[in-house]
């Protein structure tokens, strides 16, 4: 097409307005790296992004093969987004397996950049392919650029003094420099990492910077593509943004409450997929008052915490479905003594061991119901990767302000997908208030606040304030163990009153579309962006239909059943076989309609526009 | 709660400070009284304010102990006091954190906590109340029950092997690990008293009759007439020396400990002479000896001094707080790259 070139502008340049790119490849080709420095970039020119890495259990499964298949989806545009997409506009396949597990998320004329070199008869047969898709004419519904990325990173890298297996490993960042030239990317915030990242060995941060410039040079040469895209920044409310991950916006927003509410933080954990990062995070604070035990079991990692807060600590305990499983016991000890506590479950694909690097919202029924006996708590869950830090900055609040264990579920795909976060001010957070009882005169370890019925928190070192917690029943106000049959009932209903009255600080909810209507969707947790953008779709349409998302989920919202109310019918969507929408049937009695999925994949906008549609009884 | 912050300013606190107002529940004549009863008197001497000594139980008769105690305490769950304990000392590093458990609360349901807690060296004082059976269940065999023992639960004789409570701490790197027994009060004081001064893990096992399922567990070396040969107490730097009439000792013969007589043809100079700072090897030595071919070794077994984890924890916070300064939450949010959106 191109008649002339031109040293500044030698392609035309397209402006697009959303793009999605899956970055594919081997568990041991960087692909989650190759696909974060495509996010710190884009981010960084002002983008909205979604992203959805997508890895095995495996750490490396055998090479090329289809298990071992690490994919990085992300979405970039110049308007808010709020999935990471339903189907990528680019594929970058480095081998045969990652080109057979993502092309069906690929568009329909959507662009593949294959590595050509990773396509030899073994690497096809690991595939399963019987012959090579990028000869046999089978990708002819799509853009294909078959470019032999290894061999031009190793010529590349000619002078390098690494050994051919260190300069293979470079490939990823010549294919990202591709990338960074297709869609117009600058390469310095990804130049600056690697001189962080590999502070100290030269020859990595020359190996890898070479072979970044090498893929946008060898685009610029060859004009292999004919066109270049731009998208421009979104217009994003101002203010100061960095990019989170759902794990990270947790993690600070643990540390942040902690710090308001002037206290220090007792991290118990034990390592898990995928909350294992939360632990990572919070063990490099040690500047920031907070203590992180890595500890023997799930059990020890939970009772630990326990212990620090009955030392007037924060004590928070970080896992996932599993641990939580081990850990029950545990929270109701935390419920009985009254102790605040925080436990993050970072939900996966179960039961068991299940799907652990993938996501699901299967655990609600066990936050909520999970416990022998009368054992209730609050139960809190995370919209998106960026929520993370404000629902754990109010699951402090709560467990300070109500003396009692917190659930926060978060869930894989929240945990590692990412997004812009405009930071918060910090006089505007919300102010956290607790206090240490500390007159031995007036004390009694189960004495309740009137408003909230928490107990005073009495801690060891306070002379005269000696007293007994455990797990036996209490006699009310003492705290002093009792089998009275009547004291029992009277405490059992205590526990449970005083976690309903968190509810009297729980805002309203607030309805996306209209007050009332033929259709109210109902989600929670992160289904939060498909449920957005399809009901916006729907109303960019002209179609009337609501939604309103539950961020507590343990006590509801005080305004929660009169909103369900007024509506015909209620779609619940849930990574579960429907387990909110048996809580809200339970609760207040109303019919509803399960959308479930249960694939280990978050939803895609098309599946929940599609539900809505039918029960609207429209043609989509 | 009868004790108030008054009585915290008078320099001279006495066991009826530390009773609490609890009925005690244990069966008559179990041998929890007496530790009770020891433990009250050790800790007014300990020059230890009140209000700092914080007892955690787990699960089982001897962890009812905390409620009879007027310090804090936590009355918590089978087998997790350690756990708990760990939690509440790494926290809290200037309170004295004292572990009630039992054989089967320590070595069966929380055999990992109690490994790990000693492996870590965290500064607890655990105190294993050992009777060899299950007391609060009614009379199971305990991981410390003789193999062949007849119970509720193995009524043809327990096949398990059992667990050396001593030898597994040892073989866990516990700095410190004693064994007294529940009516040796005096020497039980003296153990408790240097545990309580130990700096990182302190474990003592104490022999403790259940007068219901499991009594007389431990006659010979309680009862009168023979308890003397049966025994053999440990104190540092003293040669083995033990009996009625001190007419026997113990010698090393080719790596082994072998019981020998004093009758003339062997000198006390040939005996081994007790060292708790010898690495722990010749501990589990010791551990090993017992009846009906050995005397029963009670005392101190190791005690060695090293640096405790909660030092080492607050240590690395102490040191990355004034290497990086102590963070802010606008340090905290700003961290990182971050962008301006006009």
Redesign the interface.
Known sequence: MMKQKTVTNPRPSVILDDVVIRFAGDSGDGMQLTGSQFT?TT??M?NDVSTLPDFPAEIRAPAGTLPGVSGYQIRFSSNQVFTPGDQADVLVAMNPAALKVNLEGLKPNGVIVANTDSFSPRDLQKAHYDSNPLEDGSLDSYRLFAIDVTRLTRAALRESKLDTRAVDRCKNFFALGMMYYLYERPTD?TERWLEQKFRGKDDLIEANKMALRAGVAYCEATEVFHETYKVP?AK????????VSGNQALS?GL??AA??ANL?L?L?SYPITPASDILHQLAG???????T?Q???E??GV???????????L?VTTTSGPGVALKM??IG?AIM?ELPLIIVNVQRGGPSTGLPTKTEQADLFQAVYGRNSESPLPVLAPATPADCFNIAFEAVRIALAYMTPVMILSDGYLANGAEPW???A?DE?PSIKTSYWTD??S??PYLRDKRTLARPWGI?????????????EKNEE?G??SYDPLNHERMVRLRAEKIQRVAQDIPDLEILGPESGKLLVVGWGSTYGAIISAVRRCHADGVDVSAIHIRHLFPFPRNLGAILARFEKVLVPELNCGQLASMLRSSYLKETVSLSKIQGRPFSQREMFNKINQLLERTS | MSTTAQMQQSPALKKKDFVSDQEVRWCPGCGDYAILNAVQQVFPTLGIPKEKFVVVSGIGCSSRFPYYMNTYGFHSIHGRAPAIATGLKVANPDLSVWVITGDGDALSIGGNHFIHTMRRNVGLKILLFNNQIYGLTKGQYSPTSEKGKKTKSSPFGSVDRPFNPISLALGAECTFVARTVDIYQKHMKEVLTRAAAHKGTAFVEILQNCNIFNDRAFANITDKPNRDDNQVVLEQGKPLVYGKEHQRGIRMSKYLPEVVDLDGSVSEDELVVHDETRPAAYAFLLSRMVAPKFPTPIGIFRAIDIDSYEDGVNEQVRSVTEKLGEGTIESLLNAGDTWIVK
């Open positions: 710190s981010v960084s002002g915030v920044a994003l409310p101002p203010g100061k943004y960095r990019n600070l540390v942040a710090k308001t220090p007792f118990g604070y040690k500047n920031y008052n907070i203590e035990f500890a023997e079991d059990i020890a009772c630990a915490a326990i212990g620090a807060s009955f030392g007037g600590s004590g016991e545990a000890l003594v405009k930071l918060p910090v957070l031995a005169k004390f009694r060891p070192g306070t002379p005269g304030l000696e007293h007994r917690v455990g797990g036996l003492d002093n163990v």
